[in-house]
């Protein structure tokens, strides 16, 4: 049913090789309770206490922000957080700045959630049966931090479910829009428009959630997100990340590669000016705080020192489909924020960073699923470890896991951060 398409590089400046994947069925692990049972005490508690005190949403709305529980360090690797996961679908349509044409989204949503029981939630098509993730399940109170994870070229909102779900665990809403145009089932291939789409796309789910746009304006998420804000993606997904991070473009390199190759499709727009205006003005999204790409592209047309919140850049060593060396090491050359981390794993492939492995085994075993692969079960405990810790550092200031953090190269240093 899933196809992994690829585009073979070419010699123009948005000639790219890009990759999807698909979500996978990756059990829930409830990780060792006992070990950070204190850390989530307080919070249990105050949930509990609101409760019985009947205290009614738009009171819990109104209180502070509040982190989210923090297991001590010496608990499981991949410890799952202390909340029930809700799981829905939303759709959105916007009009975007270039082209003016209504633009659809599906946005799957996965969130905290008090709920003991419910219907298993079910990923494309019903393939993928999660039965503990609840369909459909009510909000739990209190305000939680916002994560939009972006797919990758070919992928699907739920392709990386290790990471959204898990995030949800610990008390976050995270939101993965549908890139119409870009998803399995739009055929092969990346429509240049992707480009300039895929980050408006972000910002249009940011607005819905924060302002009730593109048709959310009752949703029960109005007024539950806290002004916290975290960009994941994987592959072109990691592209869209960065996009909104602050990607600068280098418009005159771009004028001279569509100046040596006019005929191609995008070319042939960008000589029309129809482009020009969108990537000089860039994609910057003020409300995104911190931003986590995983596998991204590079390449000469990017700028990436113009990316102005911290970076958790996230690699494969093996990764074949947007090979180091012109893609997540030109990132990271790019990268000059003091707070810019990078996690390499040296016999990871591009597709280690979602569940496809998990979910059709053998489909991409050269990049990723085969033999000589670190197990992606593995990855994804690491990525998750690294993504909370990055995430409570950068959005609230939580500083009891910076021992983490610190042992991990910053962008002036040439070694690389590299995990078994």
């Given at each position: 049913m899933?196809?992994?398409?690829?585009?073979?590089?070419?010699?123009?400046?948005f000639a790219v090789m890009l990759g999807g994947g698909c979500a996978g069925d990756e059990p829930r692990e409830a990780g060792d309770a006992a070990a950070w049972m204190d850390a989530t005490a307080m919070a249990d508690a105050g949930v509990d206490a609101a409760v019985d005190a009947g205290v009614d949403a738009a009171a819990a709305d109104a209180?502070?922000?509040?982190?989210?529980?923090?297991?001590?360090?010496?608990?499981?690797?991949?410890?799952?957080?202390?909340?029930r996961v809700g799981y829905r679908e939303v759709s959105i349509t916007?009009?975007?700045?270039?082209?003016?044409?209504?633009?659809?989204?599906?946005?799957?949503?996965?969130?905290?959630?008090?709920d003991e029981s419910g219907e298993a939630s079910a990923y494309l098509l019903g393939r993928l049966q999660r039965p503990e993730i609840f369909a459909n399940a009510g909000l739990a109170l209190g305000r939680f931090p916002l994560v939009v994870?972006?797919?990758?070229?070919?992928?699907?909102?739920?392709?990386?479910?290790?990471?959204?779900?898990?995030?949800?665990?610990?008390?976050?809403?995270?939101?993965?829009?549908?890139?119409?145009?870009?998803?399995?089932?739009?055929?092969?291939?990346i429509p240049p428009e992707m480009f300039f789409q895929r980050p408006q796309d972000i910002t249009a789910v940011l607005d819905a959630l924060y302002d009730g746009a593109h048709g959310l304006d009752d949703d029960p998420l109005r007024g539950a997100l806290t002004d916290q804000v975290l960009v994941a993606g994987h592959s072109f997904g990691a592209y869209t990340a960065l996009a909104v991070g602050g990607t600068g473009y280098k418009v005159p390199v771009i004028d001279a590669a569509c100046g040596a190759r006019p005929d191609?499709?995008?070319?042939?727009?960008?000589?029309s000016g129809a482009y020009r205006e969108v990537f000089e003005a860039g994609f910057r999204d003020l409300r995104v705080d911190a931003v986590v790409p995983l596998a991204p592209l590079g390449g000469p047309v990017f700028d990436f020192s113009a990316v102005d919140v911290p970076t958790l850049l996230v690699t494969a060593g093996l990764d074949a489909t947007l090979e180091p060396p012109s893609n997540g090491d030109d990132v990271w050359r790019g990268l000059d924020g003091a707070d810019d981390r990078r996690l390499d794993f040296p016999e990871a492939g591009h597709f280690s960073f979602s569940n496809i492995c998990d979910a059709i085994p053998g489909a991409v075993a050269d990049d990723g699923c085969g033999e000589g692969f670190t197990p992606s079960a593995q990855v994804h405990a690491v990525v998750n470890t690294y993504a909370?810790?990055?995430?409570?550092?950068?959005?609230?200031?939580?500083?009891?896991?910076?021992?983490?953090?610190?042992?991990?190269?910053?962008?002036?240093?040439?070694?690389?951060?590299?995990?078994?």
């Open positions: 899933f196809g992994v398409g690829r585009l073979k590089a070419g010699a123009s400046a209180a502070p922000p509040v982190p989210p529980p923090v297991p001590p360090m010496e608990a499981p690797v991949d410890a799952a957080g202390p909340w916007y009009v975007g700045a270039q082209p003016d044409a209504p633009r659809a989204l599906r946005v799957a949503l996965w969130y905290p959630t008090q994870f972006s797919h990758g070229s070919g992928g699907v909102a739920e392709q990386s479910a290790f990471l959204t779900e898990r995030l949800a665990t610990h008390g976050y809403v995270v939101a993965a829009p549908d890139h119409t145009g870009n998803t399995f089932s739009d055929g092969g291939g191609e499709l995008f070319c042939q727009t960008w000589a909370l810790a990055f995430a409570r550092r950068h959005l609230f200031g939580d500083m009891r896991q910076d021992a983490l953090l610190d042992g991990m190269p910053a962008p002036d240093e040439i070694a690389r951060l590299t995990l078994p």
